[in-house]
Every structure is written in C-alpha cells, then in structure tokens.
Nanobody, 113 residues
Framework: QVQLVESGGGLVQPRGSLTLSCAAS????????MHWYRQAPGKERELVAT???????NYADSVKGRFTISRDNARNSVYLQMHSLKPEDTAVYYC???????WGQGTQVTVSS
C-alpha cells in the first residue's frame, strides 16, 4: 500500500520561503514521477510541479522561477522549495505519484502578514 506523508507547511509572511517534504513508502520510488499539487479553499486541486525519474521537471506558470521540486531517492522523498511566497500561494499542498491513486493528508501553507 502506497503511503505519502507531507510536512513542512506553516504560516509565512509574503516574500518568505518554505520547504515542503513528502515521504513515500510502498512503491519503488526511484522509478516513478512525483507531483506536488495544491488546493486553495473553494478551488480545484492544481498541479504545481512534477519531477520525473530522470529528474526532469515541470512547473505551473504561476510558480515558475519561485518554486523548485527535487527528490532524494535514497530517502524515498520529494521536496518543494518555495521562495518569494505570495498570499495566492495559500493552500493545502499534497504530493502524489501519478501511477497510484493514494493521497496524503496534505500540509497547510498560509502566506499572510
């Protein structure tokens, strides 16, 4: 059974930074792409960033140049470094492996002064 556990969220001021972590288990982690999604209140879940098994990456236009996705296959973990945060980045952030339907509980990021 695939399990995903996100952590690292919190309250941060505009223009601040946070790094999110996601620990995965129950899958051959290094073989799969991993996504970070987010969902703001009243909005649909949005794909934020993707990192493939070859470490190539893609980003939503709204976060390009501010967010960086990375992975550590030895730790079965994926990370999301977030800089220059804006109030519109406020959301619950989730990691996901597209090969599976499992979701974690998410981690709340709130950007506010």
């Amino acid at each position: 059974q695939v399990q995903l556990v996100e952590s690292g969220g919190g309250l941060v001021q505009p223009r601040g930074s946070l790094t999110l972590s996601c620990a995965a288990s129950g899958l051959f982690f290094s073989a799969y792409a991993m996504h970070w999604y987010r969902q703001a209140p009243g909005k649909e879940r949005e794909l934020v960033a993707t990192i493939r098994s070859d470490r190539t990456t893609n980003y939503a236009d709204s976060v390009k140049g501010r967010f960086t996705i990375s992975r550590d296959n030895a730790r079965n973990s994926v990370y999301l470094q977030m800089h220059s945060l804006k109030p519109e980045d406020t959301a619950v952030y989730y990691c996901n492996c597209p090969a599976y339907t499992s979701w974690g509980q998410g981690t709340q990021v709130t950007v506010s002064s």
